[in-house]
């Protein structure tokens, strides 16, 4: 028998098949292209992956990570899930507490467990290691309870407890309440300030925005009129006086802000000569204070608010300004209300760009500042290197970080006001 293969015929007119296989064509023709785009910048995505994006969510998720009770003391932590919260727990609780420490100390992790518990308070600390010495030398015997009452009368306190049972979650909110001078009462478990003599980090974070909205205002004030100057220049002298003004990118961070403490130390060169011209009688203390801060910080970040605003600023037409001045206004007022305007986007991105690199700042106050002067990321080095404190360090890296977002969305809504007001 046999058999015959019918193949149905294409109804559609040959024009349209071949309409169609070219489309089909062109289809993986544009797949093929978008699977070699997406080869191209995957090594850029992922340096941006590895470099930007893990340390960011790393520095999130340490500011309120919380393991060191959960890890050197898994039998209370399993004790207080089951604790009401009322009085002082159980003799078991208590034999928990001393089998626990016992394999912390063999372990090395008992350290650990009482630098956190001294986190919530000094006295923790002490508690926690004498502990050992004032328990039953039998995990099995009875009167634990007792003993570690009658030596340490902390441990019948129902705060203690409290505290202890807190940190044993695995999550916390004690770092980012801390950078707010912030902290849970552990009798009410309300949130309440830190007694005037602990607050410290809500005064550097305001100290902070302070010195670089500071520093910001100074680079404003000396960068807008420069960017006007050299906008004005012809093209050879402007490329020169650019090139003057990216100078201190030339050299490192260190080696120009040691240079200023060269220049205005008291036997420095500007002491020198305000001194010998007679415009003085006494030098001028000029470092370790706030002054050589701002000094030096507005000299290493003026360019950072020049390039933006030339680039601007080489792009507005002069006809507006002389159009202006011919119908009769006042050459002041048609800069200000003619020019000026033209230039926002340039000052709100150098601006911008400005602040957030001051806020930031390390070297420099650290070395030309006085103990008043320091901004929160000496905070952040000195948890980091000092005291090992991760949470504290982390939740400092994170204040930084929301005070970024806020700006960058701020920037955001302010061109894009500006931007429909002009379609206007």
Not at 4 to 28: H, M, Y
Not at 37 to 53: D, E, G, K, R, S
Not at 238 to 264: D, E, G, K, Y
Not at 299 to 319: D, E, Q, R, T, W
Request: with cysteine; charged share 15%; proline share 6%.
């Amino acid at each position: 028998m046999t058999t015959t293969n019918i193949v149905a015929a294409d109804p559609r007119p040959a024009g349209a098949q071949g309409i169609t296989t070219l489309k089909q064509q062109l289809s993986r023709s544009q797949r093929a292209y978008k699977r070699r785009t997406w080869l191209l910048v995957a090594p850029l995505l992922a340096f941006i992956l590895i470099i930007f994006v893990v340390p960011i969510a790393s520095i999130l998720i340490n500011s309120v990570a919380n393991p060191e009770i959960r890890e050197g003391m898994p039998g209370v932590t399993a004790a207080l899930k089951r604790w009401d919260g009322a009085g002082v727990p159980d003799e078991n609780t208590f034999r928990a507490v001393v089998a626990d420490l016992r394999r912390a100390r063999a372990e090395g992790q008992i350290a650990s467990v009482a630098k956190r518990m001294s986190y919530e308070d000094p006295a923790y600390r002490t508690l926690i290691m004498r502990t050992l010495h004032a328990a039953p030398q039998d995990d099995a015997a009875p009167g634990a309870r007792e003993a570690l009452i009658s030596a340490l009368p902390l441990w019948g306190e129902n705060a203690t407890w409290r505290t202890l049972q807190r940190a044993s979650r695995p999550f916390t909110s004690y770092y980012l309440l801390a950078v707010f001078d912030r902290k849970v009462d552990p009798q009410t478990g309300t949130i309440v300030k830190l007694p005037d003599g602990d607050a410290l980090f809500v005064n550097v974070l305001l100290r902070t925005l302070l010195m670089a909205a500071v520093v910001t205002a100074l680079c404003v004030g000396l960068g807008y009129p420069l960017a006007y100057w050299l906008s004005k220049q012809p093209a050879g002298r402007a490329n020169l006086l650019m090139i003057m003004v990216l100078l201190p990118f030339w050299t490192s961070l260190i080696v120009r802000t040691a240079s200023w403490i060269v220049l205005l130390q008291s036997g420095g060169l500007i002491n020198g000569a305000l001194l010998h011209t007679g415009i003085i009688d006494k030098p001028l203390v000029l470092v370790f204070n706030r002054i050589g801060v701002y000094i030096a910080m507005t000299h290493i970040l003026l360019p950072f608010i020049v390039l933006p605003l030339y680039a601007v600023m080489k792009g507005i037409s002069p006809n507006y300004l002389r159009a202006a001045i011919s119908l009769g206004a006042h050459p002041f007022i048609a800069f200000w209300r003619v020019y000026v305007p033209q230039t926002y986007a340039g000052l709100a991105a150098g601006g911008l760009l400005v602040f957030i690199m001051a806020i930031g700042y390390y070297i420099t106050p650290a070395l030309l500042g006085g103990p008043g002067d320091q901004m929160l990321s000496y905070f952040v080095a000195f948890f980091t290197n000092t005291t090992m404190n991760w949470g504290m360090a982390a939740a400092l890296g994170s204040q930084l970080l929301v005070i970024v977002l806020l700006l960058y969305i701020v920037y955001m809504r302010v061109t894009r006001t500006q931007a429909e007001l002009a379609a206007h």
